[in-house]
């Protein structure tokens, strides 16, 4: 502890500043979500403790990196850290254990996409400074962002013809409950949920975190990593050991993990394995029907949760990383791909409307994406308008072959309304990622819980910007990415985004336009039609539902305390709901049995909305 503390005296604030607007960049590109989660992660640095000797103070010019105007607002948000350690917290647990709940069903955490940390393990003379080091999710990781762009890169980004790591590389999930109990030092994920479950008397024994590498596809995780079939194991182990079945608790794109694994484990273990051993699948914040983000990730690299943050981040962004770049990289992961979004127009609208649209709307979500007439700008390039339906192609016929035959082979992203179909559809991966093409397991006894946050903006749709046509070449000019960032083998180029989103247009309009996205609703990450809309009515059709599993759907009122970065208890964030004591609760309460004790709790419109999808 000591030697922590000279070490944390020693640099100086203004490396600690260059660090933390370095995570901030990160952050950004990572989207975590808004603008509150750069203070966050600003605020986490209080907590670190890496060595930091390795850091070569003279080779750098700080004062040309950063803006003046960050300097300051660092130094602003560092001088007041003391709270961001204080971070445990086992009142829920506390509070049900004298209400009498115990420790009773084995859990299995599922965490969302980019919170499990990534390791090196690739032993290469060079890279040996990494070796089991967290290239994700730690402060080696930014000191690899700053110092060895492009390693870093390299080591992250796949191979876009595999999808599994480039030659030479070796980048896996970090394992047991500190894969994802915080991302980084004093950011935490898990470790609430982890703190409260062990208050009504649970250990390590119990509770299982399935960490996984998050940016592989879904198929390939088996392929590579055995993912599920390590799954498959340890639930079987829960059985034999304490006679019981297990609770699978997700979070975000665990969702859509957990949702494939279920229909793995039903397609390669019987008809009966899944009743037999899940009790309940508790589905947080989950992603069922894909999000809008993902689609403009994909297409544009870029991730407008850097919307809401200052301009002079979006500045360090534009930086460090082009869009060109992001988008090559997130393109990689084709584990993301899985989040695109499900059942096209007949869930996300069209031009006549979406489900989710309000009343007194004067543009509608049903146009995912709008291009804006500019002057000058040719006549027929102004003024694109995509749905979803047409947004799907438009994205195939803008990205480099390799993903397009990614996506083909790995995920579909339609609906089907066939009970025979339907069931054909069980013995096709492709399609268990979406609860559109294929029906929950056939499970009569396993209870499903969707619980999820609303009341946040969350971006929906899109104004963009043809960048192809404003100006073919010099911004977009192919000299602009160092030959490491081409594809691995150099067997495609890069193909350049042809849009972006275009931040310039801020309309006084409903929906409410902010820097390029019109917002609508959800829990500031994933929107309420994917958050809610299988789970009030989607689940509610035999189709989808087959062995009329319950579903109970418990929204948190998203109503953060002022003085908590975090949102506190209240917190119905993406990620900070996980922090929450409604969530908590209900957590604790299946775990122990008593899910009985779970109740609907249904504040949001999505049950008018649901109702509008064309099912
Ligand atoms: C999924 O995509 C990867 C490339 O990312 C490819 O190697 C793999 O074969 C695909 N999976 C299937 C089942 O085709
Ligand atoms: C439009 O309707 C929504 C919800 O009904 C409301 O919150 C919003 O304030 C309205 N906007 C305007 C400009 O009237
Ligand atoms: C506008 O675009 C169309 C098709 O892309 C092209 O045929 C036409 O020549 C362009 N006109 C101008 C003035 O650039
Ligand atoms: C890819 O790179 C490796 C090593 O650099 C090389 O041996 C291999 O032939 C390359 N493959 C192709 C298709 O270019």
Redesign the pocket.
């Given at each position: 502890m000591a030697r922590s503390e000279t070490q944390r005296s020693s640099p100086s604030w203004r490396l600690w500043g260059l660090l933390a607007a370095v995570i901030g960049v990160i952050a950004a590109v990572l989207a975590i979500h808004n603008q509150a989660m750069i203070a966050r992660t600003m605020m986490a640095l209080s907590a670190i403790d890496d060595p930091l000797e390795r850091f070569n103070l003279e080779q750098f010019k700080l004062e040309k990196l950063l803006p003046r105007e960050l300097q300051d607002h660092i130094d602003n948000l560092i001088t007041r850290t003391g709270k961001w350690t204080e971070t445990l917290d086992f009142q829920v647990g506390r509070q049900l254990a004298e209400d009498g709940a115990k420790a009773d069903m084995p859990v299995i955490l599922l965490p969302g996409v980019i919170t499990t940390g990534l390791e090196s393990w690739t032993t290469t003379d060079s890279e040996l400074v990494y070796f089991r080091r967290r290239l994700w999710g730690s402060m080696a990781m930014v000191r690899s962002a700053l110092f060895n762009r492009d390693e870093w890169v390299r080591h992250l980004m796949l191979d876009p013809v595999t999808g599994l790591d480039p030659e030479g590389i070796r980048v896996r999930a970090a394992k047991g409950l500190d894969a994802a109990s915080y991302f980084a030092a004093g950011y935490w994920v898990w470790s609430k949920i982890i703190e409260n479950l062990a208050a009504v008397g649970y250990d390590i024994n119990q509770i299982y975190l399935a960490g996984y590498d998050w940016r592989l596809s879904m198929s390939n995780l088996q392929v590579r990593d055995h993912f599920y079939s390590e799954l498959k194991s340890r639930i079987q182990l829960n059985k034999e050991i304490f006679g019981k079945k297990t609770v699978l608790i997700s979070h975000s794109m665990g969702g859509t993990v957990g949702f494939y694994f279920l229909k793995w484990a039903e397609h390669n273990l019987g008809a009966r394995w899944v009743d037999d051993h899940i009790d309940s699948f508790v589905n947080i914040a989950g992603t069922m029907l894909g999000l809008p983000k993902a689609m403009a990730a994909l297409m544009t690299g870029e991730m407008r949760d850097t919307v809401q943050v200052p301009s002079m981040l979006s500045y360090l962004l534009e930086r460090h990383f082009s869009s060109q770049e992001r988008a090559q990289l997130f393109r990689s992961w084709a584990g993301s791909a899985s989040m695109l979004l499900k059942g096209g127009n007949d869930v996300w609208g069209d031009e006549t409307g979406a489900p989710d649209d309000?009343?007194?709307?004067t543009s509608t979500h049903g146009v995912l994406m709008s291009y804006a007439d500019r002057p000058g700008l040719n006549a027929s390039e102004g003024g694109r308008r995509l749905t979803v339906d047409e947004a799907n192609p438009w994205l195939r016929m803008h990205t480099p072959k390799e993903f397009q035959e990614m996506l083909h082979t790995n995920y579909s992203h339609g609906i089907e309304r066939n009970p025979k179909q339907l069931k054909k559809n069980n013995a096709d991966p492709t399609k268990w990622v979406n609860p559109l093409e294929v029906p929950l397991p056939n499970a009569p006894n396993m209870k499903v819980y969707c619980v999820y946050g609303y009341n946040q903006p969350t971006e929906r749709s899109y104004w963009m910007r043809d960048m192809s046509s404003v100006n073919p070449q010099s911004q977009y000019d192919m000299a602009d990415i160092p030959a490491t960032w081409t594809s691995v083998n150099q067997t495609s180029p890069v193909v350049p985004p042809l849009s972006r989103i275009d931040a310039s247009v801020n309309r006084d309009e409903?929906p409410e336009v902010s820097a390029g996205c019109r917002l609508g609703e959800g829990d500031g990450t994933v929107s309420l039609l994917s958050l809610g809309a299988m789970c009030v009515e989607g689940w509610k059709l035999p189709r989808y539902n087959p062995a009329k599993i319950p579903i109970i759907t418990h929204e948190v009122h998203h109503d953060p305390e002022a003085f908590d970065l975090r949102g506190g208890t209240s917190s119905g964030d993406h990620i900070d709901i996980l922090g929450s004591h409604a969530l908590n609760r209900v957590v604790v309460n299946v775990a122990a049995g008593r899910g009985h004790l779970v109740e609907e709790n249904i504040l949001s419109p999505i049950k008018k909305y649901a109702a509008k999808i064309k099912w």
């Open positions: 309000f009343d007194n709307a409903v």
